[in-house]
């Protein structure tokens, strides 16, 4: 496991490298040694600081969700060590290896994969949801009527997603046909923890608050973002800032959907693309806000989530137990009958 693990990150580490060589020689090389120069790089210590303040946010969702799914005596200071430990897995391809994050909760708990995996997926589902609605806000404000169908079709489909979720006689009766079928169904207990889960995050108090959260930390990122372009000398007005917030909440789309590691290739392509249609920056000029703002918005979460990694190797590999052996593990969310 280790071994493909290794494999999966490195195959990232390679693509987001030869990213990083495609934006720099597309950008020209001079023309981005000539925009560091120039860049006042003081205001990078801000930008950062509010990407630290968007990964707090999003661990508080990330927390509630453990305790949705009812993984609640996993303490605060573990839980953000799972979390952050999995900024480097979104960098192996389809972001996949994220799942471990459910395989050092069951270590630390004793809780099943099946029960938190929905957790990890559901991070996506309210960041798609929250990026959807900061889409629409900066359409509104810039009258940049192209982006609708972004808007409407992804939103369509998280909309469907949830719906079928949240029938819950519908999503039964499919477990029940699991679990007679030879090879899968001997997984129908499985299968119905993580719809269990699944249930209990998707209905709406819990979504709602998932969503204000994702909200609020992509908004963060936005903000960043708009700093940069004011780094680069675009004036501090309101039209920077809602061009600012479209360019990464399309790259988070464009990254999703490219199911790209680490969203590489996609969200880059997004960017610059963005950058010269929306705000009318120069190639090298937008390469250069590509660079910064993959930096921020990827390669300094992996770098941290590493060092982390690192740090608390002995309670992820099982040299020193989060909860004492005595303690309750988890509790299970149940709300209907065992399937036949």
């Known amino acids: 496991m280790k071994h493909n693990l290794l494999q999966l990150l490195l195959i ?22 000539a925009y560091a120069t120039a860049f006042a790089w003081w205001l990078m210590a801000p930008v950062l600081a509010l990407r630290m303040t968007n990964w707090l946010l999003r661990f508080l969702k990330w927390h509630f969700y453990l305790h949705v799914v009812g993984v609640r005596d996993l303490s605060p200071g573990a839980s953000a060590v799972v979390f952050l430990t999995g900024f480097p897995l979104a960098i192996s391809p389809g972001k996949v290896a994220e799942a471990l994050k459910s395989v050092l909760l069951q270590r630390l708990t004793g809780a099943p994969i099946a029960q938190t995996l929905p957790v990890v997926a559901s991070e996506r589902l309210s960041d798609g949801m929250a990026v959807l609605l900061l889409i629409a ?3 509104l404000n810039l009258a940049a009527h192209e982006y609708w ?10 909309l469907l997603g949830i719906a079928i979720l949240q029938n819950r006689p519908l999503c039964m009766a499919l477990l029940r046909r699991l679990s007679y079928l030879p090879l899968i169904g001997r997984f129908a207990r499985s299968f119905r923890v993580f719809y269990e889960s699944s249930y209990q995050i998707v209905q709406l108090p819990n979504l709602i608050v998932a969503v204000v959260l994702g909200t609020l930390a992509n908004t963060l990122d936005g903000l960043g973002i708009y700093l940069i372009l004011i ?4 004036p501090a ?3 920077t800032f809602f061009q600012a917030l479209l360019v990464i909440s399309l ?3 464009a990254g999703a959907l490219s199911g790209m590691p680490g969203s590489i290739g996609a969200s880059d392509l997004t ?26 918005q990827l390669w300094f979460g992996v770098l941290v ?3 982390v990694a690192w740090l608390a190797r002995p309670m992820l590999t099982g040299e020193k137990r989060a909860l004492p052996e005595q303690s309750a593990p988890y509790v299970v969310m149940d709300h209907s009958p065992m399937i036949d």
């Open 231 to 234: 780094g680069i000398g675009l």
């Open 305 to 307: 989530g590493a060092a």
């Open 137 to 139: 806000w900066a359409i």
């Open 271 to 296: 960017i610059t693309g963005t950058l010269q249609h929306l705000v009318g920056l120069s190639l090298p000029m937008a390469g250069f806000v590509t660079l910064l703002a993959r930096f921020v």
């Open 149 to 158: 169908s972004v808007v409407f079709a992804a939103l369509g489909a998280l």
């Open 12 to 33: 990232g580490l390679g693509l987001g490298f030869l990213a990083f060589v495609s934006v720099a020689l597309l950008s020209d090389l001079s023309a981005l040694l």
């Open 251 to 253: 790259s988070v789309v």
């Open 237 to 239: 007005t309101p039209e």
